[in-house]
């Protein structure tokens, strides 16, 4: 181990003595760019200190927990460097918050069609490390879909780009797509090119209540095969009933018809839908404030037995059509998650858990994929002295 | 050539019937789309399960035997071309549907399965498979995945990767692996996203799970003549920014009009840009769409335009544009057909410098494009019995690659790097890019057997080689359009 003097100087020399900071044992320091990033890394790895990369800060907490010696703070890197709007395409600075970004976007209408997270903290770059994405997904799809060109530092200092500024391009590795949900384990974000998307000219949610989840869930599976263009869909399930909540999006002169399509379909399964406002979609934010927090996923058919499980187990959930799950637990719940965790990975899902009381101790990713010698092996190639985020993702990569 | 005792495994490993290696049946295996290239390979296997495929690969792991997969054999980059000292894993027999899961939109398949019966099967259901490359008739989903094959309407309904969930691959190192889920954001890295378009380097997929997506409830097609593909191009730009997302946009020059014209007469009106437009959704909101198009179409010059409503006016529609390759053939004896993408406001800018180069070179180009997502489709004419100009040819389809990176684009939107294009992949990405890759690359397939000496640029040495059009007997036979 060396000491504070030895990693302050040449961290000084890099990033200048006012983006330095002291926190105890770890040293917080915040570049100005990849290239600066990169003499960090390099040096990082060269004396084998752990580094954790930090945006908003605002899902440090989830994966295992990471001591660092050297905090890599983004928020210098807070640009949205190109939004050429006839081209629907942006490229942003990893470090700028997503809410920054969208208003940029926002004066040519145009925006990245996912919903993220507390926006006006978290990063882009947190996002996409995490993985994170909300009822839009239904739509427009997750991340994977939404991005097509990254730049990434490598714990070596290597400065790499991947994909490219335009839609359709199949020219070598998807390689963002492995830096999507990795955790910061295999290099540190620095830029990302999205694809856009126009902002919708019209939209109704509407709201539709039950005791039981299971009508809703048959809801669900009917509004997928129905045509009506729904942007967003999510159930919401707390300990005494279920609300499902539905998003149209389309041209003022459709949505009426739309909406009574909706209806329709919505007393097929003896129920009826009301208009609500946009306050709704705060559901799934509204249940990360809880002390016991899990992501589920799983097949939409399995939406509402799960949801019942979930109330069964005095929690309370929010998931999207697209089958992925936040739940909110009571403190004591402990152990009895473990059968609900292994009912979702028997139906081909998973739950992670991404908060949890400090007296708990399960395990936050659940059991571990057939490919795992092979993200360990990727690990090893892009970070052989394991500095970047150490023990962080599953397996302890 | 393989050793009689590493034959004796295959032939265990897949049966009698499953090996082939007398010379005249392998030739069958001796290149893909890209005719141009030919090799012959050692030996070619027929497995008819995952457990046969893994048998085959675990054989080539333990004595380092290269191999590629291969389904129909219509890539147009030399993807599945063969190593001469390798196996060839014909998909040929795995053709079986092994899910279909209509309430959760989900089909599982093996890798041999051709596109176009993913969509007839769930037919009945209301839905259809959505990446729709040209040649789905006969392409299988295994090639689609090696590939990330697109198609006309990734415009809006993306490629490949976007409906790829769950992938059941052999490791060029003889381990089976499940890649992705069949519900979203399976705990881990994004395998499934990195092997797919891998274009067979890490491994090769036996099946795998994919996304189906509910028909429209009604499609329209409009054809818009222009006296400009600057024009057309904006008309593209303005129904974009007008926040209408079609299911397809294509522009087809004076040259390719007349091709198509000359080959399947689809009644294209005679002018210097086409603009195809086809739009997907509830009835209501295609109508208000359509309208709001035909009108950015008459603002930007647009002399003529025709809607095509019924399922025989569409298709004979698209017939035209799909057969604008193959028909270029009647302009020119030899052709060579290029794929590159550039930003979409590039358009105008881009085809004007293409049009200069051809002309310096005393060439003509032939252009047709994807133009929601800025694909362009150069089809360079040429004759090889004039001395010297297949040359200039090649030199000039790859200038035009240039171009198109010169210009933010790519190298290739649908088509892939395979052999074809391995120098060009040097010229879009610089080698710390390419380090970065080769560290994912050697991850999956330490000892380099997975299609081995495709993708990645060589040396120098090696050279550049495209090569002109030689139509697939397919598509000589009219079974198939491969563009």
């Known amino acids: ?132 994405s909300g009822v839009l997904r239904l739509g427009y799809g997750g991340l994977r879909d939404l991005i097509i060109g990254m730049t990434i530092v490598l714990a070596d200092g290597t400065v790499a780009r991947t994909g490219g500024k335009v839609v359709k391009n199949v020219a070598g590795y998807d390689l963002h797509k492995l830096m999507i949900g990795a955790f910061g384990t295999l290099g540190v974000i620095t830029s990302v090119n999205f694809r856009l998307h126009s902002m919708p000219q019209c939209t109704q949610g509407f ?38 909540d539905i998003q149209l999006a389309s041209l003022a002169e459709v949505l009426h018809t739309q909406a009574a399509a909706l209806e329709a379909m919505a007393q097929s399964v003896g129920l009826s839908s009301r208009a609500v406002g946009g306050e709704v979609w705060n559901a799934r934010q509204e249940q990360m404030d809880r002390d016991f927090v899990c992501k589920g996923t799983m097949l939409p058919s399995e939406i509402a037995r799960f949801a019942e499980h979930v109330r069964g187990l005095g929690g309370e959930s929010v998931t999207q059509a697209t089958g992925i799950m936040i739940a909110g637990f009571p403190a004591a719940s402990g152990e009895r998650l473990v059968p609900l965790r292994r009912d979702m990975e028997e139906a081909s899902g998973s739950l992670m858990v991404l908060k949890q009381p ?9 059991t571990l994929p057939d490919s795992l010698p092979l993200m360990r092996e990727i690990k090893r190639r892009f970070d052989p002295e394991g500095i970047l985020n150490p023990g962080r993702f599953l397996g302890g990569i | 050539m393989l050793s009689a005792a590493i034959l004796a495994e295959l032939r265990d490993a897949v049966g009698a019937d499953g090996l082939i290696v007398e010379r005249n049946q392998l030739q069958t295996y001796e290149c893909d789309g890209l005719a141009v290239l030919r ?141 992705g889920s069949p519900t979203l954001d399976a705990p881990g890295y994004d395998l499934a996203g990195v092997f797919v378009g891998s274009e067979g380097t890490l491994g090769v997929a036996s099946s795998m799970t994919m996304r189906i997506v509910r028909r429209p409830e009604t499609v329209q097609v409009l054809l818009a003549a222009f006296d400009s593909i600057s024009a057309a191009g904006q008309t593209v730009s303005d129904i974009i920014a007008a926040s209408i997302l079609p299911a397809a946009m294509e522009i087809m020059d004076r040259l390719a009009i007349q091709a198509a014209e000359a080959a399947v007469h689809p009644h294209y009106p005679e002018c210097e840009a086409l603009l195809l437009v086809e739009v997907d959704g509830p009835f209501a909101e295609v109508d208000l769409h359509m309208k709001q198009i035909r009108e950015l179409c008459k603002a930007n010059g647009a002399w003529e335009d025709r809607l095509a409503e019924s399922e025989q006016e569409r298709l004979l529609v698209w017939k035209g544009r799909k057969a604008a390759f193959a028909a270029a053939g009647r302009l020119s004896p030899d052709y060579i057909v290029q794929d590159g993408v550039i930003p979409r406001t590039k358009l105008p800018v881009v085809l004007e410098q293409v049009a200069e180069m051809a002309a310096s070179t005393g060439l003509r180009v032939c252009n047709v494009f994807h133009a929601g997502d800025g694909n362009l489709h150069p089809l360079v004419l040429y004759d090889r019995s004039i001395p010297g100009q297949e040359e200039l040819a090649v030199d000039l389809s790859m200038r035009i690659l240039y171009l198109c990176v010169d210009h933010g684009g790519s190298i290739t939107g649908e088509h892939g790097v395979g052999r074809e294009k391995q120098q060009a992949l040097g010229y879009m990405y610089s080698e710390p890019d390419l380090d970065t890759m080769q560290r994912v690359r050697c991850s999956f397939d330490p000892d380099n057997i997975s299609n081995p000496d495709k993708l990645f640029p060589r040396p120098r040495l090696c050279g550049e080689k495209t090569g002109k059009y030689t139509p697939h007997p397919l598509e000589t036979a009219g079974v198939a359009e491969f563009f």
Not at chain 2, 44 to 61: E, G, K, N, Y
Not at chain 2, 77 to 90: C, E, F, K, M, Y
Not at chain 2, 104 to 128: C, D, L, M, Y
């Open chain 2, 39 to 179: 090799s012959l390979p050692a030996a070619v296997v027929l497995p008819r399960s995952t457990a046969q495929v893994h048998a085959v690969v675990r054989i080539c792991a333990r004595h380092h035997i290269p191999f590629v997969g291969r389904g129909a054999g219509t890539g147009l980059s030399g993807g599945a071309l063969p190593d001469d000292r390798g196996i060839v894993i014909s998909f040929g027999r795995m053709t079986r549907i092994l899910a279909t899961d209509i309430p959760n939109q989900r089909v599982t398949v093996e890798a041999g399965v051709v596109n176009a019966h993913v969509t007839q099967r769930v037919t009945p259901a209301g839905h259809f498979y959505a990446p729709d490359p040209s040649s789905q008739s006969v392409c299988t989903i295994g090639g689609n995945v090696a590939e990330n094959s697109g198609g006309a309407h990734c415009l809006k309904y993306g490629f490949t990767t976007n409906h790829v969930l769950a992938l059941e691959v052999v490791l060029p190192t003889g381990e089976l692996v499940h890649l």
């Open chain 1, 1 to 132: 181990m060396i000491n504070t003097q030895d990693i302050t100087a040449p961290l000084t020399a890099i990033a200048g003595a006012e983006h330095l900071r002291s926190l105890g044992s770890t040293i917080a320091v915040a570049p100005a760019n990849s290239e600066e990033i990169a003499a960090i890394l390099r040096f990082a790895q060269e004396n084998r200190l752990n580094v954790v990369p930090y945006g908003g800060g605002t899902k440090q907490g989830w994966g295992y927990t990471v001591q660092p010696a050297l905090l890599l703070e983004m928020h210098r890197l807070n640009v949205l460097r190109e939004h050429t709007w006839q081209d629907m395409t942006c490229t942003v600075d990893a470090g700028c918050t997503w809410a920054a970004m969208q208003s940029g976007l926002a004066q040519h209408g145009q925006y990245v069609a996912l919903d993220p997270l507390w926006p006006e903290r978290a990063t882009v770059g947190g996002i996409i490390a995490t993985n994170d």
């Open chain 1, 207 to 244: 709201t539709v209540a039950a005791p039981a989840a299971e009508p809703l869930g048959k809801l669900i599976l009917k509004l997928l095969h129905a045509q009506v263009s729904t942007v967003a869909i999510q159930l919401r399930g707390t300990t005494t009933g279920f609300d499902l």
């Open chain 1, 358 to 366: 400090s007296e708990m101790k399960l395990d936050c990713w659940g």
